[in-house]
């Protein structure tokens, strides 16, 4: 197995089973991640006629800034503080036990709903660098949006280019919409992954053809893996989604609805998609272990046939080495005092290998015959 993909394999455990916080802790005690980094605050304040932008704020301008726009969005990266997280929390109200499971990593994709504010949790996947995905929590009230993110990234830029813009359909909307639009963002950064998943089982597929290459099971093992580790995360998020969609009185409006259920839509076929790939892994590894076979018996075919034209050549040799004395008796192999006796015999045993050579391709048992005959 390659060594990156033990270190992943080895990285996801870890990350799996790392103890969170002491046994018989309070619930909603903030343990902060060990990797993590320091949170960046930045707020986004818009309406049909204004937007604003506040960059590296501090917790305390969130409380200022609420209400005074139709939508308040903060949008937060790194884990790394837990005065910071718990402060957040509180200005916008937050359920303590949803603030833990933002920092309390990896969570399973699940949405809540509290008494003034929807939870959602998704993972955002990180397959080209590593096997890792990365929790995206986003808190949705009347009027603010709250996203958490782990590490920086630009999955959200879309958003933000469509919010500077004076016409979209997101500044005339309430939070309810940005909340989709941020959902379908996390969303569609899976189909560039599943595009370069069936890449990589297209270049398989084309190896095992050409002649199946040494590190083919450890390579196709890793997208096993990934397939794996893709379908473990969506299938909970398209429970989410679908639970979020069907709950208007979560704030959602019925419009904002009908996105979300194409958000559904999109993961039922991120996990069909996800199907077809780990039948497609099944498949590949079936065909290297058909092919690794193939090429045995080819091998012990041909030992097989070599191992016959001598057993007749073996037994010619045998008769005339016993080394009977033909001066004792006339029937002690008289051919031994003829003077063409031995190329007479290797003509003999000459033939006798042609023959069954001929007899072998007759019948297709040599490789270039049985080709042709795979062929017709």
């Known amino acids: 197995m390659s060594k990156r993909h033990r270190r992943t394999g080895a990285s996801m455990m870890m990350r799996r089973y790392t103890q969170r916080a002491a046994p018989g802790t309070k619930p909603g005690t903030i343990h902060i991640p060990a990797d993590?980094?320091?949170?960046?605050?930045?707020?986004?304040?818009y309406d049909s006629e204004r937007i604003e932008h506040y960059q590296d704020c501090k917790v305390e301008l969130i409380q200022k800034l609420l209400g005074k726009h139709a939508v308040t969005w903060i949008d937060i990266v790194g884990l790394g503080d837990a005065e910071i997280v718990q402060r957040v929390g509180e200005s916008l109200g937050l359920h303590p036990l949803a603030m833990a499971d933002v920092v309390n990593v990896p969570q399973r994709s699940k949405v809540e709903h509290y008494r003034d504010h929807v939870f959602l949790v998704t993972q955002l996947p990180r397959l080209s660098q590593s096997s890792h995905?990365?929790?995206?929590?986003?808190?949705?009230?009347?009027?603010?949006?709250?996203?958490?993110?782990?590490r920086p990234s630009d999955c959200f830029d879309t958003v933000r280019a469509r919010i500077e813009e004076t016409g979209p359909v997101i500044r005339q909307?309430?939070?309810?919409?940005?909340?989709?639009?941020l959902l379908d963002t996390v969303i569609d950064?899976?189909?560039?992954?599943?595009?370069?998943?069936?890449?990589?089982?297209?270049?398989?597929?084309?190896?095992?053809s050409q002649g199946a290459a040494s590190d083919l099971v450890v390579r196709v093992h890793g997208v096993r893996h990934d397939v794996r580790l893709l379908r473990r995360i969506v299938w909970p998020l398209r429970e989410a989604v679908e639970m979020l969609s069907k709950n208007h009185e979560w704030f959602i409006s019925k419009e904002t609805s009908i996105y979300l259920r194409d958000c559904h839509d999109h993961t039922v076929q991120i996990i069909d998609t996800l199907?077809?790939?780990?039948?497609a892994c099944a498949e590949l590894r079936d065909l290297y272990a058909t092919e690794i076979s193939n090429r045995l018996n080819e091998v012990m075919k041909v030992l097989t046939i070599i191992a016959t034209i001598f057993i007749p050549l073996s037994f010619i040799a045998g008769v005339y080495g016993m080394n009977f004395d033909p001066e004792v008796?006339?029937?002690?192999m008289p051919e031994l005092k003829?003077?063409?006796?031995?190329?007479?015999?290797?003509?003999?045993m000459l033939l006798v290998a042609v023959v069954q050579l001929m007899f072998f391709r007759w019948k297709g048992w040599l490789g270039k015959t049985t080709?042709?005959?795979?062929?017709?």
């Open 275 to 279: 199907e077809n790939y780990r039948e």
């Open 36 to 45: 993590a980094l320091p949170p960046v605050i930045r707020i986004t304040c």
């Open 189 to 208: 950064t899976y189909f560039p992954t599943l595009e370069d998943i069936g890449d990589r089982l297209d270049l398989l597929d084309d190896e095992v």
């Open 329 to 332: 008796s006339d029937l002690n």
């Open 133 to 150: 995905v990365e929790q995206i929590s986003i808190f949705a009230g009347k009027d603010f949006v709250l996203s958490w993110r782990e």
């Open 173 to 181: 909307s309430s939070s309810d919409y940005l909340l989709y639009a």
């Open 371 to 376: 080709r042709k005959q795979e062929k017709t």
């Open 338 to 348: 003829w003077h063409w006796g031995y190329p007479i015999t290797l003509g003999l």
